[in-house]
């Protein structure tokens, strides 16, 4: 495995694993460390369809906000490489932000539209972080397919939305949610929690089972839905909700009723933690 954080170093040895494997195809798993089990499943499903994975670890500041977790945010390099080298990840990129956002740049990618729905109503800016930094990964890593987690459901949305609109030649895969045995959607920001707060954040998952299961005994309406969710997130009042929303999973616009499938989504506070859960419902015919 080779770890690399130069741009041009990164084209270089690229060139020549496809060289060695007969233009092998790529794939490309994004993140921002503090990898975990979600991440590895990731990892497993490249491994399937591609001959070549990368990897890439960048904290990417251009997608937190002024009074968020940037300085802060989990960084454990050394963990997640000798993880990375025991999934047999062919290449790391490791770029520093003064490589990523040379001095005077000024070119964003804004999204328009769906960027300020969900998280992005909650985080102004954010998708506009999110599209560029993974808009210059693609550009860098040249995938043909591209791998993330169903949890960052709207992140999704975002991207689709950017690759169809730039005619970009990569192929997303969604991966489902990992969880622990408990239910709670694996994240790095998990590693925030105290014990009693990870108790308290069981409870998005349980929201999200609860409308889930309505759905499935047949309540088609959002409104209802919706209800069941905030119902149960009320029973842990030391979680402050973000937003509780039944929305198409394409537009992140509300649905007024699941006959056709939707995205069942929660973000809340758990303590000082933002979390960030799902579900999508299959189409009900």
Do not use: W
């Amino acid at each position: 495995m080779q770890i690399v954080s130069g741009i041009q170093e990164i084209r270089t040895a690229l060139r020549k694993l496809r060289a060695n494997k007969n233009g092998g195809t790529v794939g490309l798993v994004p993140t921002m460390g503090a990898l975990h089990a979600g991440h590895r499943s990731l990892i497993e499903a490249a491994r399937v369809r591609c001959d070549i994975i990368v990897t890439s670890i960048f904290v990417n500041p251009t997608q937190f906000g002024p009074n968020e977790d940037f300085s802060r945010y989990p960084r454990t390099l050394e963990a997640d490489c000798q993880m990375l080298e025991a999934e047999g990840v062919d290449l790391v990129f490791t770029p520093t932000v003064d490589r990523m956002y040379l001095k005077g740049a000024s070119t964003l990618i804004e999204v328009a539209g769906i960027s300020e729905r969900l998280d992005g109503a909650s985080r102004p800016g954010h998708f506009r972080g999110v599209a560029t930094v993974v808009a210059k990964l693609f550009h860098i890593v040249q995938p043909e397919f591209a791998f993330f987690g169903q949890k960052d459901a709207a992140q999704i949305a975002v991207l689709r939305q950017m690759v169809r609109d730039l005619d970009v030649p990569v192929e997303l895969t969604v991966c489902p949610t990992v969880r622990e045995h408990d239910g709670l959607a694996m994240s790095s920001r998990n590693r925030y929690l105290s014990p009693e707060e990870r108790t308290q954040a069981l409870v998005l998952s349980r929201a999200l089972q609860a409308a889930q299961n309505a759905a499935e005994q047949g309540e088609l309406r959002a409104e209802a839905l919706s209800r069941a969710m905030a119902k149960c997130l009320q029973q842990q009042p030391a979680v402050r909700v973000d937003y509780i929303a039944v929305v198409d999973p394409d537009t992140l616009l509300p649905r007024e009723d699941v006959r056709s499938g939707a995205l069942l989504a929660i973000a809340a506070f758990v303590g000082n933690t933002r979390l960030i859960d799902n579900v999508l419902l299959p189409s009900a015919g």
